[in-house]
């Protein structure tokens, strides 16, 4: 089974500065989908980037770029230029693509609480 | 646009009490998910439905049962409810058909906080 792990509890960034949030996961599949979503106070979870493991060049969304390194199963998060609307808690979630019972799930790490100061 | 609605958003439980989640999408996705968030945990799946007439279980589903009522609509019921269930519960669809390249973005609910006494 998969597992994702987020080491770090809480962060916090000054707003206007960038932030780097770690993912790691553990896995023997080749491929597969890792993302990371945003769960801000109104608890409505919002998906912020996706990365396909196949692919090597790192996805980017606006202010938002993922560093994934494949070999060291790892998938952090860069919030550049960071607003007062980017606090919130953000998951790293893993899907297979390998088959078998793992389909269309979602495993996510336990959430890092980002706090923005103005 | 609704998205994905659930019901109820907060409910309060007795142990032993049974209740229903509901949860609808209106987004003709084809897989619907539970899961529930806890403290230091992150989500955690329950059951998921990757078509209309099929459920499957997910990592926690002891407790636990689900029905997949239409394309739209999908139930989870809490047949005795106890302290362990207190949680945050989230419905989430996707338009995922199968196959491992399929579109996959999840859409989730609002969420319910169950509190179960």
């Known amino acids: 089974a998969q597992t994702v792990t987020q080491s770090q509890p809480e962060m916090s960034v000054q707003e206007a500065e960038t932030v780097t949030l770690s993912c790691t996961y553990d896995?023997?599949?080749?491929?597969?989908?890792l993302f990371w979503y945003k769960q801000p106070p109104s608890r409505q979870m919002i998906l912020v980037i996706r990365?396909?493991?196949?692919?090597?060049q790192n996805a980017t969304e606006n202010r938002f770029s993922v560093n994934f390194q494949k070999a060291a199963k790892s998938f952090s998060l860069k919030i550049s230029d960071s607003q007062l609307g980017d606090a919130a808690m953000y998951f790293c979630?893993?899907?297979?693509?390998?088959?078998?019972?793992?389909?269309?799930?979602?495993?996510f790490g336990q959430g890092t609480i980002l706090t923005v100061h103005p | 646009n609704a998205g994905v609605t659930q019901t109820p958003k907060f409910q309060v439980l007795k142990t032993g009490q049974s209740m229903t989640l509901q949860c609808a999408q209106d987004?003709?996705?084809?897989?619907m998910y539970w899961y529930r968030q806890d403290p230091g945990m992150g989500l955690r799946l329950i059951y998921y439905?990757?078509?209309?007439?099929?459920?499957d279980k997910g990592e926690v589903p002891n407790g636990y049962n689900v029905s997949r009522l239409n394309k739209r609509e999908f139930s989870l019921r809490l047949e005795s409810a106890a302290p362990s269930q207190t949680s945050v519960y989230f419905c989430?669809?996707?338009?995922?058909?199968?196959?491992?390249?399929?579109?996959?973005?999840?859409?989730f609910g609002p969420g319910t906080r169950l509190t179960v006494l």
């Open positions: 439905s990757a078509s209309e007439g099929t459920t």
């Open positions: 979630a893993y899907r297979s693509v390998a088959g078998g019972t793992s389909y269309g799930k979602l495993t």
């Open positions: 990365q396909e493991a196949y692919k090597q």
């Open positions: 896995t023997s599949e080749s491929d597969y989908y």
């Open positions: 989430a669809s996707s338009d995922w058909a199968g196959a491992p390249r399929d579109a996959d973005t999840q859409y």
């Open positions: 987004m003709n996705h084809n897989s």
